[in-house]
């Protein structure tokens, strides 16, 4: 063995996990989660399980078994959650979480009420355009995205076009949530994807939606999303949705992704 040979075999002994330059490293997706509500925010109030406590379970499971697709699929993926306990965050808080970590996709858990107590189902939803063009630049926070090379005034403007060129994106995600969560629960409970104002995700910078998984206030619904199993069927079927987003989607640098060149 000549004597770059052996170098290089003796650095690869001592160092196995080294990139060399012909091992490009890749970038892992990022995903953020948050559990909706929490700490003096209990949300919905159900017979067997608050809204709070809910979201956190399946924020948990949901990172689980996107941790086990992701294996099988041989894909780098970093999921992270807004709150790993029982705190409290603001609605603004949460999507400038996803902001700062350079997040692919933010996806926001909740449960259901109504007042008579009798509805049931599941739905998904995104930003109207209003939203976008509108509330979201009237409510745009004083600490935009950080984006190397960029001055906080430019980088406002970039996060702007980011939260209207995201929509799109976020609709095929709302979709594929549905069509999985009919999978578990049935084509009667769909109640489709519906578009609002929600204003925990006003402030993303990447496909975002709202995820309300059931009525936790309904006298059957709310028992059966009290049941671990359950909440283990929902956890999949979200996970599952949002691979097929990544895969399907256009890889995101997260915060430098529109920085001056």
Do not use: C
Request: aromatic share 2%; glycine share 8%.
């Amino acid at each position: 063995m000549n004597t770059l040979l052996l170098a290089s075999a003796v650095v690869a002994s001592l160092a196995p996990g080294i990139a060399w330059a012909d091992e490009p490293v890749v970038a892992p997706r990022k995903v953020v989660l948050d559990p909706g509500h929490g700490g003096s925010n209990a949300g919905a109030l159900g017979s067997l399980v608050l809204e709070k406590n809910l979201t956190l379970a399946l924020a948990e499971l949901v990172t689980t078994e996107l941790a086990e697709l992701a294996k099988a699929e041989g894909l780098a993926l970093e999921v992270s959650l807004t709150r790993r306990a029982d705190q409290t965050l603001t609605l603004r808080q949460r999507s400038d979480i996803a902001n700062l970590r350079g997040a692919d996709l933010f996806v926001s858990l909740h449960g259901n009420a109504s007042v008579s107590r009798a509805q049931r189902g599941f739905e998904t939803y995104v930003l109207t355009p209003a939203a976008v063009e509108g509330i979201a630049l009237a409510l745009r926070g004083d600490q935009a995205t950080p984006r190397p090379g960029t001055t906080p005034q430019i980088s406002s403007v970039l996060d702007d076009i980011e939260r209207g060129a995201t929509q799109w994106e976020a609709a095929d995600l709302a979709v594929a949530v549905q069509r999985e969560l009919r999978q578990v629960r049935g084509a009667a409970g769909d109640r489709g994807v519906r578009q609002d104002a929600h204003h925990v995700l006003l402030g993303a910078t990447m496909p975002a939606i709202l995820v309300e998984v059931g009525f936790v206030d309904h006298p059957q619904e709310g028992r059966e999303l009290a049941e671990p199993a359950l909440q283990r069927e929902l956890a999949r079927a979200i996970a599952r949705a949002i691979m097929t987003q990544l895969n399907e989607s256009p890889r995101r640098s997260g915060p430098t992704k529109l920085a001056a060149r």
